[in-house]
């Protein structure tokens, strides 16, 4: 018992340690994009810490069996340079007995992976795309950043805008050029508003939001041609885009497990639905597989195996990547799914247990 405690707590603290710190690193990284996203005008900057919460259970879902493998790794790897383990192995400690204990800590962290992929996550995914609609389209000028000329998405409208009031509750200088849809073709009409100012309204009745421009006036015409209108106005109102649609995965994450299970003939909920369960048994692969790369021989450094050990996380991941878009592409069938992916981990395994009770 004691031994089972001493062990089980060298690896928590170790996991624990790793996973705040690879946590942290991907949260900047995540900051940083998002960031970029608000400097362009993609996004609201008054919406971008929610954002960066939304992302942590995610984030954390994927970093505790990258953290539990390293933690063993790095834990046990101590304990052989030690000599420590060494010495339990040959005073009765069986590598069956150093398997189910660590296997103990093994199934409370992937209980804990298991409720994230399959519950929490499809719930904040919903959360996190109704904050980012409403973020877009509560206020438009939220999403711009005063003195700088801003392209959207599709290429057919700059904005700028000189300074806000305070709140963002109005702009002063506002200048508008949206290009006809059919801008992919030579001499396509545009339009160029300019306005002192202007503020963001709703229509009443479909809630739609719009930007009311003041005192200005709107150029339409080809460019290289004589042939434009110029109308001034006191009152002005633009129609917000349309925003854009999310992707077939994004809208995929926030189906909840029930719905997935319930309508597992669709390859794209079969492909979720195998992602959500793959995370959660990865903990116990990789448990596996962290044991016999801890050990290292006598007078080896504890940080001998740690770049083989990437490594072979990194290949793990990369071919359930690919797992999942073969599924999607309709080249495995459903009722494989990525099991192969854990197949051929597990045979890296029994080869490296193998090879352990050799050495």
């Keep these: 018992m004691i031994i089972s405690r001493y062990l089980i707590k060298e ?27 608000a400097a362009n005008g993609k996004m609201a900057a008054n919406i971008l810490l929610q954002i960066i919460g939304f992302a942590i259970p995610n984030l954390l879902a994927i970093l505790l069996p990258l953290g ?16 420590e383990l060494r010495v339990m192995l040959a005073s009765g400690l069986s590598i069956k007995r150093l398997v189910w204990i660590t296997s103990i800590l093994s199934f409370f962290i992937a209980s804990i992976v298991l409720i994230l992929m399959m519950w929490v996550n499809p719930l904040i995914a919903q959360d996190k795309q109704k904050v980012l609609a409403a973020g877009s389209a509560d206020n438009l000028l939220d999403t711009l950043m005063p003195g700088r000329f801003q ?12 300074k806000f009031s305070r709140g963002r509750r109005g702009a002063q200088n506002i200048f508008i050029a949206e290009q006809e849809k059919n801008g992919a073709e030579v001499g ?5 508003l300019s306005a002192k100012n202007g503020y963001q309204a709703n229509d009443p009745i479909t809630k739609h939001p719009f930007v009311v421009a003041q005192e200005g006036f709107r150029y339409a015409g080809t460019p290289g041609m004589n042939d434009y209108r110029i109308i001034q106005f006191q009152k002005y109102s633009i129609r917000t ?57 006598p007078r080896q450094g504890r940080y001998t195996m740690l770049l083989t050990a990437v490594l072979i996380y990194i290949a793990y991941m990369n071919l359930l990547f690919v797992g999942r878009n073969l599924i999607e592409q309709k080249w495995v069938y459903g009722w494989i799914g990525l099991s192969w992916v854990h197949l051929l981990v597990i045979c890296l395994v029994i080869v490296l247990f193998w090879r352990m009770r050799r050495l």
Excluded at 12 to 33: G, N, S
Excluded at 68 to 83: E, K, S, T, V, W
Excluded at 151 to 157: A, H, M, Q
Excluded at 188 to 192: A, D, E, L, R
């Design 11 to 37: 690896v928590l603290m170790t996991l624990l340690a790793v996973t705040f710190v690879l946590l942290l690193v991907f949260i900047c990284q995540q900051l940083v994009r998002y960031l970029g996203y």
């Design 68 to 83: 539990l493998f390293l933690g063993i790794i790095l834990a046990y790897g101590r304990l052989y340079a030690d000599n």
């Design 151 to 162: 392209v959207s998405s599709d290429g057919r409208r700059v904005a700028y805008v000189e």
């Design 188 to 192: 396509t009409p545009w339009i160029v």
């Design 241 to 297: 885009p349309d925003m854009p649609t999310d992707t077939q995965r994004q809208l995929q994450e926030a189906i909840s497990t029930w719905t997935l299970i319930h309508h597992l003939d669709d390859v794209q909920n079969s492909s979720e639905f195998e992602w959500r369960l793959a995370i959660p048994l990865s903990v116990i692969v990789l448990m596996l597989l962290g044991i016999p790369l801890s050990q290292v021989k």
